[in-house]
Structure formats: C-alpha cells, structure tokens
C-alpha cells in the first residue's frame, strides 16, 4: 500500500511561485526601473503578472541614505489576474481581461537533472529569474 503523504508536503506543492524579469536604463541622472513579475501556482491555476515601473536619482539616494533618511520613488504598478496551464514544457499566462491583455508564454527550463524550475523566457526570450513575491497590499 502507498505511503499517505503528510499535510506539510501537500502545502509545500501546491506553494506559489515568482520568477522576475527587471530592466534598469540610466537617462541623465535618472535611473528607470521596470520589472515583470509571473506568480503562479497558488490555489488551483490561479496566476498573476505584476508590471512595476519608477525613477530615481542613485546620487541623492546614497547622499540621503548616508545622512540616515530614506528617499521614496513614486511606484506605478499593474497587477493582471489570470490563469496558467502548463504543456510540455511551457507555461501559458491567460488574463482575466483577453481583451484588454495578452496571453503570454513561458518556456520552462530546469535545473540540469532535476524537475525544479530554474529560469522561464518569455516570447521575446527575456529571462526571468527566480524573485520575491509580491507582498500583499492593504488598502486604506
């Protein structure tokens, strides 16, 4: 008879998971930061992409940072609700909103002999690495 699996190993499968693809450009003084973020594997096939971008200046955030205050940039962030599937190696984004976004795909690469996620490139072959997820917001 197969063994039962524990409780703590289901919820470790069914864990979410994040991979990020950031770009920093440098205009004048200004540093420009977007990223993408995929989360998905959470309850059923659930998934989301999280498109962030902000500016800022490196030199008055390191002066700032050494007088001991903290330099805030104004973020602009798009979250996209979805769903995912997976088909031979490849991971299909769906939004909610098909008419407004598009459908976007992953191909999946692994760790060399091993079933783990290493990387996923997208259609444009941007790499998107394993990353934090998005940490949840409260609304006031």
Not at 9 to 27: N, S, W
Request: hydrophobic residues 30%.
């Amino acid at each position: 008879m197969p063994e039962a699996k524990r409780i703590e190993d289901i919820v470790m499968e069914q864990t979410k998971r994040c991979f990020i693809y950031k770009i920093e450009e440098r205009k004048d003084s200004l540093l420009y930061v977007s990223s993408n973020l995929l989360e998905y594997g959470w309850a059923g096939d659930n998934a989301r992409m999280v498109i962030s971008s902000y500016n800022y200046d490196p030199i008055k955030k390191k002066e700032a940072e050494q007088k001991g205050y903290v330099l805030l940039e104004e973020k602009n962030i798009q979250f996209i609700n979805g769903s995912y599937k997976t088909e031979k190696d490849v991971l299909i984004f769906t939004p909610e909103k098909e008419d407004r976004f598009e459908k976007r795909t992953f191909k999946l690469v692994y760790k060399p002999k091993t079933n783990k996620v290493d990387y996923l490139k997208d259609e444009k072959n941007n790499k998107y690495i394993a990353g934090g997820c998005q940490e949840p917001i409260i609304g006031q």
